[in-house]
């Protein structure tokens, strides 16, 4: 059934709200998915905080006109599936990852970061890209370190002198 104008209006303005706000976007082509598989990716996808959608390729091209996404114009082309990063960078490549390893129906196709066009092979390296807890997890660890080093050059003659006590106390009493 054909979209009425309107419909097709709605469809492009929903697609650029998403294109607006997000960090990355994943082009996946999904032939062979049944409606079942994609039920799935979808509820997958509305739990990682991606915006998964379905589209002619003419409506998204005009709803990605000037965002970081308009990169992606010139590989539109066959039934392709668009993911949109809202939350964290890696969140679409990470689903669209995961979801092609059960079902190698799906297909990455064009991957999009920061106004820049990536081949598929780059979705492995996107994907690994941690969340922002993970990142600040990370960055927290790297500056704790120097304080527990500095901690443990402090306690160690402490530690040393009290190992040199107990190894004369033992001594003593084994003799």
Not at 26 to 39: F, P
Not at 118 to 134: F, G, I, N, V
Request: glycine fraction near 4%.
């Amino acid at each position: 059934m054909a979209l009425t104008l309107e419909q097709k209006k709605a469809v492009v303005a929903e697609v650029a709200d998403a294109a607006k706000s997000a960090h990355s976007a994943v082009a996946a082509e999904y032939r062979g998915l049944t409606v079942s598989d994609m039920t799935e990716l979808r509820k997958k996808a509305r739990s990682e905080g991606v915006f998964l959608k379905v589209a002619k390729n003419t409506l998204v091209k005009r709803a990605v006109e000037g965002t970081d996404f308009e990169c992606m114009s010139e590989g539109l082309s066959g039934p392709l599936l668009f993911a949109f990063s809202m939350e964290d960078p890696g969140a679409a490549a990470r689903l669209i990852k995961d979801y092609a390893k059960e079902n190698e129906k799906l297909v990455a196709r064009l991957v999009a970061v920061g106004a820049e066009l990536h081949d598929a092979s780059e979705l492995d390296r996107l994907a690994k890209l941690p969340t922002r807890d993970q990142a600040i997890a990370m960055l927290m660890g790297v500056m704790k370190a120097p304080i527990e080093k500095f901690v443990r050059t402090l306690a160690e003659p402490h530690t040393k002198l009290v190992r040199t006590v107990a190894a004369v106390r033992d001594s003593k009493q084994a003799a």
